[in-house]
């Protein structure tokens, strides 16, 4: 018998239905019995992250749907089923980060009563009020930080981390980063710096550029200035980069990258040959803002080049145990400066299910970022 | 004063013009003098390979040619220009391997004056009367094969090699092949039965399955089939494929493979994950047979997985250069059983300027593979 155990708790599910429509909506559920080394922690700040949106919406859009009170209902584009199959029938539930209070815990975890926390729950979703998790999926928040601080310490201050931890691995000497006003862009610019490692900024907009500009980023290109292309070419002729993370993935985003740093290694090879440089040039896509096919014009790019879907927990194997819980301190010292997050707007979890507020954190636009509070 | 020196040879050279227009012709050019350590060898016998065609033709077609005796010119695509622009004015030699006689060497190679060798030619090409090549480019052929039997001893045969090695080092157990039936596909079937790695065999057409299946290839599925989905996936899962090495390289080809890989991966994951598996899924283009775009679906794919652009030179820096004389041992020691090319037409360098014949070796069809003889 667990002490101060709530009962139920309301969780938002995204369920496919065998007739290809997507349902979301919230449930009253039994909140799961921690193990001795468990905590039930109250949600108070939720982070909405793209890869959250991949559980909550799949393919569906959220502009294609019914809305009534407390359910939605979205039909997924038929070409898109049979990548979804798996799903159907399974109630998921989203959310990977969030921070909160534990309010219950098991034997070995009796001391964590009443203190605020952060997790990253790969069983349970977080959308929700309640979140059950183990010793190694949480760890308490420092003084003076809060739950909306701390909300997530996870999902993108340790991309942003592993990112770095990845251009070093993989011997490179430099790195071009797309989206790179994003909250996780941000923390690349202060990582890189703290690390030494040159960076080169991708943005889509003048003033996302201003907002790295005033963070002191120095190598910032603007994709819709008429001069991009040069600009780029410059600016990795000046880092020597040779591996790009790509937050947009589809497209010719990836493909543009990779053909702008092989053209800087073919023109510092000093003679022609027919198949191009000889230097390995890695785009690692990390996110899907463009879900359009990623198009590719091999001829482009060179003798060698990788296109490579990118992913934390990879990163994370490959530096090991001692190096991955480095970096998570390295997180938790840094939440309110390196790894602070930027909000726009606070959402209970009914909001979550409203039409404009979902239309609105759905597009990920650079600049916006949604919490969702359970409490609320 | 090198004895026996030829002062001249005729040689094939491919020229782009600033006005957009590759010139192929024929030129009476000296022969260079060997250094020390080098010999000149009279070639008798050229193998067209892929690779030979991009020094060749670049992005032209032949069809879109002007033929004149001893002058081929064709117009490349506009939109082909800008990639091709190192290139403009330079004469290019087209030819990598060879096989033929030394007439003249330097001091420390006179002794083989009158061998047959075969080689490898990285500063000038092979098509054409003579090379001249150091020690490291060449090798004796074994007593008993003639100069066509061993005209490649390092293009195809060291690919097909370097494709197992390659399938070991990345750990992966199993390798699925496209365009399985060419040369090289047939060498692999005889590489993987010795080695003991399970090879997926993918050809186009029901008399390619024959001959593999006549070599007593396992795994074969002809993407002409209507069940060639569920052949793949069946072949994959048997044999727990988790790279493909793939001559098409264009369109939905990469996509195809990697899509059919991930299914068999998450199927066996026994769990749904709407990030998919984490099984790392490789495709390592090698060819491009088809020289459209490469689109690839990324949600299709699961949560890691990797396009290579794969070439041999990096996986002979890969193994070292120890191991790279064994494979090279190995070829020349099975120039006539497992490492045998088929080769269905051997013509003069003239004829290789003519139209009909070179629209027939720029189709690079599986089954046909064309030998030139520059003695003829």
Chains 1, 2 share one sequence.
């Not at 690349?188 to 889509?204: K, M, Q, S, T």
Request: net charge negative; proline share 6%.
């Amino acid at each position: 018998m667990i002490a101060n155990l709530p009962s139920h708790g309301t969780r938002l599910l995204s369920t496919l239905g065998a007739d290809g429509t997507l349902r979301l909506g919230l449930a009253e559920l039994p909140v799961d019995q921690p193990g001795e080394d468990e905590v039930v922690m109250r949600l108070e700040a939720v982070p909405i992250n793209p890869s959250d949106l991949m559980t909550l919406l799949a393919a569906g859009n959220p502009a294609d749907g019914q809305f009534s009170a407390g359910e939605v209902a979205i039909p997924l584009p038929p070409e898109a089923l049979p990548a979804y199959a798996g799903r159907v029938g399974a109630p998921l539930e989203p959310g990977l980060a969030g921070a909160g209070t534990v309010v219950a815990a098991g034997r070995n975890c009796e001391q964590m009563i009443g203190q605020q926390v952060t997790a990253l729950s790969l069983r349970r979703g977080t959308f929700g009020q309640y979140a059950t998790v183990s010793t190694g999926e949480f760890a308490p928040l420092p003084a003076g930080t809060s739950p909306r601080d701390g909300a997530d310490a996870f999902c993108n201050p340790m991309t942003a981390l592993a990112i770095a931890e990845t251009v070093r691995l993989d011997g490179h000497k430099a790195v071009v980063h797309t989206a790179a006003a994003s909250n996780l862009g941000r923390m690349l610019v202060a990582i890189c710096r703290e690390d030494g490692i040159p960076l080169v900024n991708v943005v889509r907009r003048a003033e996302q550029a201003q907002i790295l500009a005033d963070l002191g980023a120095e190598h910032i290109c603007n994709s819709s200035a008429p001069d991009f292309a040069a600009q780029l070419r410059a600016a990795i002729a000046a880092t020597g980069a040779t591996i790009a993370f790509d937050a947009i993935g589809g497209g010719d985003t990836p493909g543009m990258l990779m053909e702008a740093m092989e053209d800087v290694a073919a023109a510092q090879m000093g003679f022609y040959s027919p198949y191009g440089s000889m230097t390995l040039t890695q785009v690692n896509i990390y996110g899907h803002l463009d879900v359009s096919p990623t198009v590719l014009h091999n001829e482009r790019y060179g003798m060698l080049w990788s296109v490579n879907n990118w992913a934390l927990p990879q990163t994370i194997g490959r530096v090991g145990p001692e190096r991955a819980a480095a970096m998570q301190a390295r997180v938790l010292a840094g939440l309110k400066t390196t790894f602070a997050s930027h909000y726009t707007r606070e959402i209970s979890l009914a909001e979550a299910l409203e039409r404009d507020t979902m239309l609105a954190y759905a597009r990920m636009a650079t600049g916006e970022k949604f919490l969702i509070n359970p409490t609320l």
